[in-house]
């Protein structure tokens, strides 16, 4: 056990590196040790480390005002911010809801689909229908409509369960050898909207491009617009969860705009404040918006901080900064960059099954068996053993998880690192990386 502190956190057991400081995509600690930042801590500092132009707007802002409740007032940062995030929607958006992180925004997400279905007189409509191996937070309610079965396990039951569908995993379909893969697999929302019963279903929640629980896998073509089409049939609402891929991260702005559809509510977080304040919004479309706004034109749910003016500056400076340094656009480049790099100096291993993802959202799969796909199994912790071998012999954070083979085995890295790297830094990462995953490999026998 360690004793050092009183700080509660994830291993017991384990002494963490004390960090002290940190610039662009680097870490410093207290010995001055350098640790490069391959992973923006859970997908998330897009910035980097460091950013002086965000923490003087966050200065700035609260000396002027640190604090108004949305019940009694707003606030021009706020209103600012707001528009700035309906701008980068291309108007897809009509407003925007904030709040301070991702697992809020998924509980606000659903109450808004109820509120919308109930004032427009379908209140049986209630169901919210998610996918396997998915991720929508971890309080109770997103946990339920969460699919991400390791995280889940242990504190069962949750909520009323309401559905899941299969996910869209091309290097593993649960369709094996089917042609038509991306609709069959996206009918199986269909199947289960009329399994469970049109009338009773409000929404159906999905990741655009999948998160940590299947590792950045990106959607067969076809498989949202074919969802899209179902979720209008049924009078269900379409939410897109894109606290993990939205303001940039995948080289769009909003992952859903690689696809060619407009979800009716969308979560953001993470990079919208850049790491720089707890941060997460919901944002709806006009036809939700009305919805919402029959009978009595309120919609009174809150949490104590949402909409507060410190968040929205950051926001706000989040928002500039990627517009003057073009980071949309880096983070294609460099996305493309590095999934090269990785595709040329890492798809060499025998544990390595596959990579994926877009943009700076990179996904690499650790199998025991290469040509079968067969996955270790889980007691072997084969991506925390890379992700440990890479902090304590290459000084270097990336994000792994487990359980992207039907929630019982598969292993999975995630490489995301901030908006502003450059190819050298990549190198560098896909250098260390290999070093790694070589490290662990030796010790499994390969
Ligand atoms: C896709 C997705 N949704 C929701 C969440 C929950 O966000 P938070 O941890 O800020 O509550 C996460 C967190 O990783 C996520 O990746």
């Known amino acids: 056990m360690s004793d050092k502190n009183c700080v509660l956190s994830l291993d017991f057991h384990r002494e963490y590196p004390r960090v002290v400081s940190g610039k662009g995509i680097y870490m410093y600690k207290e010995d001055g040790t350098e640790i490069i930042d391959g992973a923006s801590g859970p997908v998330l500092v897009s910035l980097g480390h460091g950013n ?5 707007a966050m200065k700035e802002q609260a000396t002027k005002l640190a604090f108004a409740h949305r ?22 958006l ?24 109930i004032q427009r007189g379908n209140a049986g409509k209630y169901k919210i229908i998610s996918r396997w191996q998915s991720y929508h937070g971890i ?48 009918r199986a929302l269909e199947n289960e909207i009329m399994a469970q019963g049109p009338d009773t279903v409000a929404a159906f929640i999905a990741e655009p491009i999948s998160g940590m629980s299947l590792c950045a896998a990106v959607p067969p073509e076809g498989y949202f617009e074919e969802i899209r089409r179902i979720c209008d049939k049924y009078d269900v609402l379409l939410i897109l969860d894109e606290v993990m891929t939205g303001m940039g991260r995948t080289g769009k702005m909003f992952a859903y705009k690689h696809f060619n559809i407009v979800p009716d509510i969308v979560t953001m977080g993470k990079s919208i404040s850049g790491g720089y304040f707890p ?30 003016p410190l968040g929205a500056a950051v926001n706000v400076a989040v928002m500039k900064y990627l517009k003057k340094h073009n980071l949309v656009d880096n983070c294609a480049k460099m996305g493309d960059y590095l999934k090269a790099q990785l595709e040329k100096k890492i798809m060499h291993h025998p544990i390595v099954g596959d990579i994926r993802g877009k943009g700076l959202m990179i996904g690499v799969e650790l199998v025991k068996d290469k040509a079968t796909k067969e996955s270790f199994p889980m007691s072997e912790q084969v991506a925390f053993r890379i992700q440990e071998a890479a902090l304590e012999d290459e000084n270097m954070l990336i994000e792994a998880s487990q359980g992207c ?23 560098d ?18």
């Open 94 to 117: 009509a407003k925007i809801f904030q709040v301070c992180g991702g697992s809020e925004a998924t509980e606000m997400a659903i109450k808004m689909a109820r509120r919308y279905h």
């Open 429 to 446: 990462i896909v250098d260390r990386l290999d070093k790694a995953i070589s490290t662990v490999e030796k010790e499994l026998g390969y």
């Open 405 to 427: 083979n039907k929630g019982q085995a598969g292993d999975g890295l995630v490489i995301s690192p901030a908006f502003i790297i450059n190819k050298e830094q990549i190198d």
């Open 52 to 56: 002086e132009e965000i923490a003087d």
């Open 279 to 308: 941060l997460a919004a919901v944002g709806i479309t006009q036809k939700v918006y009305e919805g919402m706004a029959e009978k009595n034109g309120n919609f009174p749910p809150g949490f104590s901080w949402s909409g507060n």
């Open 139 to 186: 309080s109770n309610g997103a946990l339920a409509v969460s699919g991400f079965s390791k995280r889940r396990k242990g504190y069962e039951p949750y909520l009323p369960e309401m559905g899941h569908i299969q996910p869209a995993y091309t290097y593993r379909p649960w369709i094996a050898n089917d042609e038509n893969y991306a609709i069959n697999c996206a």
């Open 71 to 92: 019940d009694d007032c707003v606030t021009p940062v706020l209103e600012e911010s707001c528009r700035l995030i309906v701008e980068a929607s291309d108007y897809d």
